[in-house]
């Protein structure tokens, strides 16, 4: 009888919790501009989405100190989806109706962005994301941008490098069969560098893979001058260090998931290329600001999401600005109209909302990132 | 049916119809914004799915880890089968396309259900939890691997036709069709083997065939819990169904009490609602989320509710049962 009397305590103090979250939502005020973020700030890839949501703020408290967007301070509020697609609904949800968003920046993933989109279209929101790179993210949506470039573009331009740049003829594929990010990149690439040159192996592993020297011994006796490897720092610092043990004379190409593989895996990653949202060796003023700003702030280097996060805010706020209203349609009227400089590059949209920019291609040298050249795979 | 069930019914029933009409008022009027009413739907889809498990482990007693699997095989049934429909006879109402989806999805996941039941329910206990792990894992490197899934770039294009009614009273009939088999002939038979498997054959309980019967009905409720999810967040792809899918349903059967379809119920209420409520505590979500369900567990190892099941008509009785003690003593 007692254990039940407690059970019912705890129930009730589960009720009560839920129904005081409830109550503590904020109301749709004039005063601040809300612009939501989401992204997994808690588990496995937290690293990304608060990567996101720090460029965001930091856009924002420069916004502020200048005086905020028509005289109206500007206020950010990130919520954690731990990258789940129902996590990611429901804080896109709680953002519209209890916070009162004008605009999204965001998710930070391609599959929480899409699970938000359908939403997002009937709601008619303005939508910014930072870093989904799906091809379908901006497929059929007016009102949804994208500040990041897509991974068949991304694949393409890293095939275009590898033919051009270093005039390689023959190359190998090692990708990720579970991940999205590294199968768009792989059929993008393979599909770009077969039109010129051949593709000696098209390979892929999963995700719990570790051992990789016997595809790359197989991969090794089709002698190609350069392996594309589109995955995140994880993986490749592993498969990097076995190409060196193997003692493979070729040269790895990567992509955006490279970005910082200078810092941890130094030696391996000497003389690889990779494609990157932006270089920090980047002499512009704009780059060497937003990188000592975001210094000062959170006393680390920024990667590449926070650079992504950071003009993703300011683009939208600019757009705001613009407007002079909050109605979405003018928003995202002027969003489309969005052409500047950026800590990524410049920025206009195409009539998808796609970006058009250029990539940064990085050759890790010495420890450091040496921004290569600017290229575009058209 | 004596006199007595039919009562319970009826009260129950009523009960249902008084929640629905509260909520739609409540959505009506705007106190149920559409935040809430997303979350409702999850929970619903909780609810169809830890019911679900619950009669394979609950009831049957067996250790399931797979149920993702047959919620992933549902839901890309579901979804293709609908994006199929759709373009092929986009004249059909949402409703329709729905249904002829759902039940599609639900007899493939049966099928496949009793495929891995005939061979895995052979096995008991750790075994059997091992080796519908694999299954789960299996059928998610299959659809990572077929072309019409999209792979692992996920499904895109669905039609997202699940709302807020539809699932309510999917998630009302696929309850009360797992209420009033538990309760039986065959429902009895099935909680013999969970008591005692030797006992229940000696008696002449067909094992292996009820077994399979409560397998393949899990999974086919399972599948159509995919289903309703697929077509509520239009966007599919294999990781949404990995090895910890599995576990956060079992989790939810296993705190609502396994052998209780309403513990189910409150616990998949509890532990949707718990990570929204507490949002406000950013970082530290997750962290108060695993340490409330540990305290949960600490002090009510059986689940909530244990085995017994929570009925309207239980409070109706003692409120009626004390006002004629009541009564009774005033007489005296």
């Known amino acids: 009888m007692k254990s039940r009397k407690l059970s019912l305590v705890l129930v009730a103090v589960l009720i009560l919790t839920v129904v005081l979250a409830g109550c503590s939502g904020g109301s749709k005020g004039t005063e601040v501009i809300k612009i939501g973020v989401i992204g997994p700030m808690t588990g496995d890839n937290s690293m990304y989405g608060t990567s996101v949501r720090e460029g965001a703020m930091l856009a924002a408290k420069e916004i502020n100190a200048a005086g905020g967007v028509d005289g109206k301070k500007v206020e950010i509020i990130a919520y954690d989806s731990k990258g789940d697609k129902t996590e990611a609904v429901n804080a896109y949800n709680r953002l519209r109706d209890q916070d009162g968003i004008v605009a999204l920046v965001g998710a930070t993933f391609s599959g929480e962005t899409l699970s938000i989109k359908e939403i997002a279209i009937g709601d008619n929101m303005p939508m910014l994301t930072p870093t989904a790179t799906h091809k379908d993210v901006t497929l059929n949506a007016s009102n949804i941008f994208r500040a990041c470039y897509t991974d068949p573009y991304q694949g393409a331009t890293a095939a275009v490098f590898a033919m051009e740049n270093l005039g390689a003829k023959k190359a190998a594929v090692l990708y990720n069969i579970e991940d999205p990010y590294s199968e768009g990149l792989a059929i993008a690439f393979r599909d770009k560098f077969s039109s010129v040159g051949t593709v000696t192996n098209y390979e892929g592993y999963t995700a719990k893979d570790a051992d990789f020297r016997a595809v790359l011994t197989k991969i090794a006796a089709q002698d190609p001058e350069v392996i594309f490897l589109p995955d995140y720092i994880a993986k490749i610092g592993v498969i990097l260090s076995q190409i060196r043990e193997l003692g493979l004379d070729m040269i790895p190409i990567s992509g955006d998931g490279s970005d910082g593989i200078e810092v941890d895996y130094a030696d391996v990653a000497e003389g690889m290329y990779y494609a990157n949202h932006y270089s920090k060796s980047d002499e512009s003023k704009l780059v060497q600001n937003f990188i000592s700003n975001y210094d000062k702030e959170y006393g680390v280097q920024p990667n590449a999401l926070a650079a992504l996060g950071y003009d993703a805010t300011y683009i939208m706020l600019q757009a705001i600005d613009r407007a002079g209203s909050f109605d979405s349609d003018k928003i995202i009227a002027e969003l489309s109209k969005t052409d500047e400089d950026y800590v990524t590059g410049h920025i206009t949209f195409d009539k998808n909302g796609e970006p058009l920019k250029s990539i940064s291609v990085i050759k890790v040298a010495g420890g450091k990132q040496v921004l290569v050249d600017k290229v575009s795979a058209e | ?204 309980v067909k094992t292996t065939r009820f077994k399979v019967m409560g397998f393949a009905i899990a999974a086919s409720f399972a599948g159509i819990g995919g289903g309703l999810y697929a077509h509520y967040i239009a966007f599919l792809d294999p990781n949404t169904f990995n090895f910890m899918r599995s576990v956060e349903i079992l989790v939810i059967v296993v705190l609502g009490g396994m052998g209780s379809l309403t513990g189910s119920i409150i616990a998949a209420i509890v532990l949707t609602i718990l990570p929204e409520a507490l949002r406000s505590f950013a970082d530290y979500r997750l962290l108060l989320y695993s340490f409330l369900l540990i305290i949960m567990m600490i002090f009510r190892p059986a689940g909530l509710l244990g085995t017994s099941e929570f009925s309207w008509k239980s409070i109706y009785d003692r409120y009626k049962y004390r006002k004629e003690s009541i009564i009774k003593r005033e007489k005296a």
């Open chain 2, 1 to 204: 049916m004596n006199k007595n069930t039919i009562k319970s019914y009826l009260v129950n029933f009523l009960a249902v119809i008084i929640i629905f009409a509260l909520m739609k008022l409540l959505m009506n009027i705007g106190i149920i914004n559409r935040y809430y009413q997303g979350i409702i739907v999850f929970i619903l889809i909780n609810i169809i799915l830890a019911a679900s498990l619950n009669l394979a482990t609950g009831f049957l007693g067996q250790l399931t880890l797979g149920h993702a699997g047959f919620m992933a095989a549902g839901a890309y049934v579901s979804a293709s089968t609908a994006i199929m429909i759709k373009a092929n006879f986009g004249w059909l109402p949402n409703i329709a396309i729905l249904l002829i989806s759902l039940i599609i999805a639900g007899i493939i996941s049966a099928i496949v259900g009793v495929a891995i039941g005939i061979p895995a329910l052979r096995l008991r206990g750790d075994y059997l939890a091992i080796i519908t792990l694999g299954f789960g894992e299996v059928i998610r490197v299959i659809i990572n691997n077929i072309r019409f899934t999209g792979g692992a770039q996920g499904l895109t294009g669905i039609p997202r036709i699940s709302t807020f009614d539809n699932v309510f009273w999917i998630t009302v009939l696929i309850v009360f069709i797992l209420y009033t088999l538990t309760h039986s002939r065959q429902g009895r038979a099935i909680v013999s083997i969970r008591e005692d498997e030797v006992a229940a054959e000696a008696v002449g």
